[in-house]
T-cell receptor, first 115, second 113 residues
Framework: AQKVTQAQTEISVVEKEDVTLDCVYE???????LFWYKQPPSGELVFLIRRNSFDEQNEISGRYSWNFQKSTSSFNFTITASQVVDSAVYFCALSGKYNFNKFYFGSGTKLNVKP | DTAVSQTPKYLVTQMGNDKSIKCEQNLGHDTMYWYKQDSKKFLKIMFSYNNKELIINETVPNRFSPKSPDKAHLNLHINSLELGDSAVYFC????????????FGDGTRLSIL
């Protein structure tokens, strides 16, 4: 079974604080793919990153970084020096090797960044 | 320039009516999807088409019928609308392959009175 858990329902931080959004996944596939999406208050879903299960290198893109750890089945997302524009709902998703493009989304974490 | 476009953006209608939502993508993708996002923001796959063929059909009432006239279009028709159908419906597209990111439209907010 495929499953994604985002235990943090809502997080509030003050601008310039660092914040980490947790994502824990379950899968029996040996090859799988993990994704993060951002849904700002305007409602659209924006693709942020994809990670393959065989590539455990962490990735940094500007203020965003992702920490993939197979040992703990986690793919956490850190925003450094958060800004008000980072306020959004963030979704983690999992796609297995054999389920033909089907994404399993977590329930999302709402991030509030206050000025 | 819009990559995945859905129309209409808002849909307000009475219970029992029939309505359609259209989706078009200009990304050259061969797989398209419909998702439902409920009031708690939970995203649930409804259907997926690959090259006009139905690939994923989750447990969705048969009042919902997708139609894919070609690879670039996936429409959703809903018969006999019910209060519980109120949600945001997202269309998405991708290339074939489980490693391919899905690109979403802006969503259609359906409100049933």
């Amino acid at each position: 079974a495929q499953k994604v858990t985002q235990a943090q329902t809502e997080i509030s931080v003050v601008e310039k604080e660092d914040v980490t959004l947790d994502c824990v996944y379950e899968t029996r596939d040996t090859t799988y793919y993990l994704f993060w999406y951002k849904q700002p208050p305007s409602g659209e879903l924006v693709f942020l990153i994809r990670r393959n299960s065989f590539d455990e290198q962490n990735e940094i893109s500007g203020r965003y970084s992702w920490n993939f750890q197979k040992s703990t089945s986690s793919f956490n997302f850190t925003i450094t020096a958060s800004q008000v524009v980072d306020s959004a709902v963030y979704f983690c998703a999992l796609s297995g090797k054999y389920n033909f493009n089907k994404f399993y989304f977590g329930s999302g974490t709402k991030l509030n960044v206050k000025p | 320039d819009t990559a995945v476009s859905q129309t209409p953006k808002y849909l307000v209608t009475q219970m029992g009516n029939d309505k359609s939502i259209k989706c078009e993508q200009n990304l050259g993708h061969d797989t398209m999807y419909w998702y439902k996002q409920d009031s708690k923001k939970f995203l649930k796959i409804m259907f997926s088409y690959n090259n006009k063929e139905l690939i994923i059909n989750e447990t969705v009432p048969n009042r919902f019928s997708p139609k894919s006239p070609d690879k670039a279009h996936l429409n959703l028709h809903i018969n006999s609308l019910e209060l519980g159908d109120s949600a945001v419906y997202f269309c998405a597209s991708s290339l074939t392959g489980n490693n391919q990111p899905q690109h979403f439209g802006d969503g259609t907010r359906l409100s049933i009175l």
